[in-house]
C-alpha cells in the first residue's frame, strides 16, 4: 500500500492518479476529505500531518508514503512511519534546501531542510525532490488574465525553470515504485529559463492574446497578499524572487534521467491549463 498525503494538491493529486492508472493500491491522506473529488480506486482517509496522532491509522499497512512537507512536522511523521514498518518515504521538498541555493535562509528552505535532515537519521529509505517554482504557480495570474491583457505584479525579471506539476509526480511515482532511488536528491527543473515577464508573453502566446506583465513595487504587491498567506511564507517568495532576478543557474536533467521524458516546457504547461486563464 502507497500512501499520498498532499493528495489533492498541485502535485499529489497527479502522483495519486498515476499510481492508481498503474494498478497499485493507493491511499490519500487529506484533512478534509469530503471536499474533494477523488478517482476511482482511491483509499481516502481523514488525517493531518500536524496532528501525530491521525497518523497512525493511516499508515497502517503502507510500505511508502509520498510525503508533503509539513513546517515542523518531520519528527512526529518518522516516529509513526518506524512504528506502523513504513519502508521508503518520497518528500516534496525544494530547490531553497540546495547547497548552491541563496535562499537557504528563508522560512521555506529552512523547514524542508529540517524535514529532510530528520527523514535521513530516521531509518526509513528516503528520496528528496527538490522542485524549481511551479509552473502553476501562474494559476494566481488567471483572475487578471480573466478580466484583461496585463497581469500586475511584483519583479517582471525574477526568473525560474518553472516545473510542470505532472514532471514532479512522475519522478515521485518512479521513486514510490521502482528500486535504485533510496538516498537520492533530484533537482526537478523545466527546460527553460524564464522570468515573469517571459512567462506573460509566453502566456499570451498560447492563448492568441498580447499578455504582458506590468511591474509593480513589490511592497504594494505584498500588502496585496498580506491577507491570504503566512508572514513566513510571503517573506519566503519575496526574497525568492528577488535573489532570482539576473541569474541563470544551470537547468536540471533529473526529469528526464528518472522519467526517460524531457521536461514538458511552460508553452505545454498553460495549453494543459489554458481553460483557467
Ligand atoms: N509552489 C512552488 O513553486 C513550490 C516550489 C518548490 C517546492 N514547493 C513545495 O511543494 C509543496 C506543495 O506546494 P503547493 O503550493 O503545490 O501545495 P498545494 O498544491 O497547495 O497542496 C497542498 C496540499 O497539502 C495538503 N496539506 C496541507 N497541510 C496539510 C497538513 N497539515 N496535513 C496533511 N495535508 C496537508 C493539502 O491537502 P488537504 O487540504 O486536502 O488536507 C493539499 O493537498 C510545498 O511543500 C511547497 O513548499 C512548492
Known amino acids: 500500500m502507497i500512501l499520498v498525503t498532499g493528495a489533492t494538491g498541485n502535485v499529489g493529486r497527479h502522483v495519486l492518479s498515476l499510481l492508481i492508472a498503474d494498478g497499485h493500491a493507493v ?15 482511491a483509499d481516502v482517509v481523514p488525517g493531518d500531518l500536524a496532528d501525530p496522532r491521525s497518523l497512525d491509522a493511516a499508515l497502517a499497512g503502507v510500505e511508502s508514503v509520498f510525503l508533503f512537507a509539513v513546517p515542523g512536522g518531520g519528527p512526529a511523521f518518522a516516529a509513526a512511519a518506524r512504528r506502523a514498518g513504513v519502508r521508503r518515504v518520497v518528500l516534496l521538498s525544494s530547490i531553497g534546501v540546495d547547497d548552491d541555493s541563496e535562499v537557504r535562509d528563508t ?5 524542508h531542510a529540517e524535514i529532510e535532515q530528520t527523514l535521513r537519521g530516521s531509518g526509513l529509505a528516503w528520496t528528496f525532490l527538490r522542485p524549481d517554482g511551479f509552473a502553476a504557480n501562474s494559476l494566481t495570474w488567471a483572475g487578471q488574465t480573466k478580466a484583461g491583457d496585463v497581469i ?17 509526480a512522475a519522478v515521485a511515482v518512479a521513486a514510490l515504485t521502482e528500486d535504485g532511488h533510496a538516498g537520492r536528491v533530484y533537482r ?19 492563448l492568441g492574446r498580447p499578455i504582458r506583465y506590468a511591474e509593480l513595487p513589490a511592497e504594494a504587491v505584498r500588502q496585496q497578499m498580506d ?21 541563470s543557474p544551470a537547468i536540471a536533467t533529473d526529469i528526464e534521467k528518472v522519467t526517460g521524458r524531457p521536461a514538458r516546457s511552460y508553452h505545454d504547461w498553460v495549453l494543459d491549463h489554458a481553460e483557467a486563464f
Open 107 to 111: 522560512p521555506i528552505a529552512v523547514y
Open 152 to 168: 500586475r505584479g511584483a519583479y517582471a525579471e525574477a526568473a525560474f525553470a518553472p516545473v510542470h506539476e505532472a514532471d514532479i
Open 227 to 247: 491577507a491570504h498567506l503566512p508572514g513566513p511564507i510571503l517573506d519566503s517568495i519575496f526574497a525568492i524572487w528577488a535573489a532570482s532576478v539576473g541569474r
Open 27 to 41: 491511499r490519500a491522506l487529506s484533512r478534509a476529505p469530503q471536499r474533494a473529488v477523488w478517482p476511482a480506486g
Open 188 to 206: 526537478l527543473t523545466g527546460p527553460q529559463w524564464l522570468t515573469h515577464a517571459d512567462q506573460a508573453a509566453i502566456l499570451g502566446r498560447a
